[in-house]
């Protein structure tokens, strides 16, 4: 069975930085592309950013990038997102979700964990 | 304001067919695949359809997509209460990943 397990979220002044963490198992996690979705409450989805299944490529929505790195390790099956500079506009539910291929753009997300919430707020 | 556009809600009675429609550019739709995601209230969203018309395993006929040029839709036949969910399409283009506003459907 497939399982995503995010860890790491919680309440964080704005500027200052958060690493989000996603464990998954139940399947060959280095064949497969990840990414970070968030939701903010009430609102909709949002792509964050993407990484291919050898860290050889990633991608980053407009709105992070410069700020977030997303990386794995596939020999630990872990997913990670690293998020400096937090604004108020990054308070969102944070999901991990995996690719249906291996590489980052023009896939689906076939499997989601449950998320972890992030709240920027003084 | 999401890149992809879809109807804030829909609405069916159970065993009644209902379409959800997405519309986008050329740079998105018009040059990628379309995903359909169903989020249930409390969870986190679900794969429902990929590649414009494919379902994963365990998901029922029910659901179908298609996409013709800039614009893709969701049918669900057969409509039954748990199918009331927020429903987004999504696809790619240049910036990555791009995501609908959903579509909040009613079952009557």
């Known amino acids: 069975e497939v399982q995503l397990v995010e860890s790491g979220g919680g309440l964080v002044q704005p500027g200052r930085s958060l690493r989000l963490s996603c464990a998954a198992s139940?399947?060959?996690?280095?064949?497969?592309?990840m990414h970070w979705v968030r939701q903010a409450p009430g609102k909709g989805l949002e792509w964050v950013s993407g990484?291919?299944?050898?860290?050889?490529?990633?991608g980053y929505a407009d709105s992070v990038k410069g700020r977030f790195t997303i990386s794995r390790d596939n020999a630990k099956n872990s997913l990670y997102l690293q998020m400096n500079s937090l604004r108020a506009e990054d308070t969102a539910l944070y999901y991990c979700a995996k690719g249906v291929t291996l590489a980052v753009a023009g896939t689906g997300f076939d499997y989601w964990g449950q998320g972890t919430l992030v709240t920027v707020s003084s | 304001q999401s890149v992809l556009t879809q109807p804030p809600s829909a609405s069916g009675t159970p065993g009644q067919r209902v379409t959800i429609s997405c519309s986008g550019s050329s740079s998105n739709i018009g040059s990628n695949t379309v995903n359909w995601y169903q989020q249930l209230p409390g969870a986190a969203p679900k794969l429902l359809i990929y590649s414009n018309n494919q379902r994963p395993s365990g998901v029922p006929d029910r659901f179908s997509g298609s996409k013709s040029g800039t614009s893709a839709s969701l049918a669900i036949s057969g409509l039954h209460s748990e199918d009331e969910a927020v429903y987004y399409c999504a696809g790619w283009d240049d910036s990555g990943a791009v995501f609908g506003g959903g579509t909040k459907l009613t079952v009557l």
């Open positions: 990484i291919s299944w050898n860290s050889g490529t990633t």
């Open positions: 139940g399947f060959t996690f280095d064949d497969y592309g």
